[in-house]
């Protein structure tokens, strides 16, 4: 019954397809993609493959968006770690340089 009814809905997506013909009226062809929803008002509904593809994709898109989630995490963790480094590194010479003054200032008096 479920499949049925998904079937039956699939076909109302073909109206989109009518869309399509904005872009004849305003000379925008950005439109024209809605006319691939007409082939979806003459389909039989939902194929085994095309589930089987459908999920694929998504489960494809889960990983890839993941993958990026983590790689950018790490590029902004690896920002900050260089950018608190770069802050300690220069307090560091800082300090060093002003000790090297005040040694050489002790010896020369």
């Not at 479920?2 to 872009?23: D, I």
């Not at 950018?72 to 090297?100: C, D, G, H, K, N």
């Given at each position: 019954m479920v499949?049925?009814?998904?079937?039956?809905?699939?076909?109302y997506l073909?109206?989109?397809?009518?869309?399509?013909?904005?872009?004849?009226?305003?000379?925008?062809?950005?439109?024209?993609?809605?006319?691939?929803?007409?082939?979806?008002?003459?389909?039989?509904?939902?194929?085994?493959?095309?589930?089987?593809?459908?999920?694929?994709?998504?489960?494809?898109?889960?990983?890839?968006?993941?993958?990026?989630?983590?790689?950018?995490?790490?590029?902004?963790?690896?920002?900050?770690?260089?950018?608190?480094?770069?802050?300690?590194?220069?307090?560091?010479?800082?300090?060093?340089?002003?000790?090297?003054?005040?040694?050489?200032?002790?010896?020369?008096?």
């Amino acid at each position: 019954m479920v499949k049925e009814m998904r079937g039956n809905l699939m076909g109302y997506l073909g109206f989109l397809g009518f869309l399509g013909l904005l872009g004849f009226i305003t000379d925008n062809p950005g439109f024209f993609g809605f006319f691939g929803f007409l082939s979806s008002m003459w389909g039989r509904g939902s194929d085994e493959r095309v589930d089987q593809n459908v999920n694929r994709a998504c489960r494809n898109a889960f990983v890839f968006t993941m993958a990026a989630s983590a790689l950018l995490f790490s590029y902004i963790a690896t920002l900050r770690t260089a950018v608190s480094l770069r802050t300690a590194l220069f307090e560091l010479f800082q300090l060093y340089s002003w000790q090297y003054q005040s040694q050489s200032c002790l010896l020369a008096v």
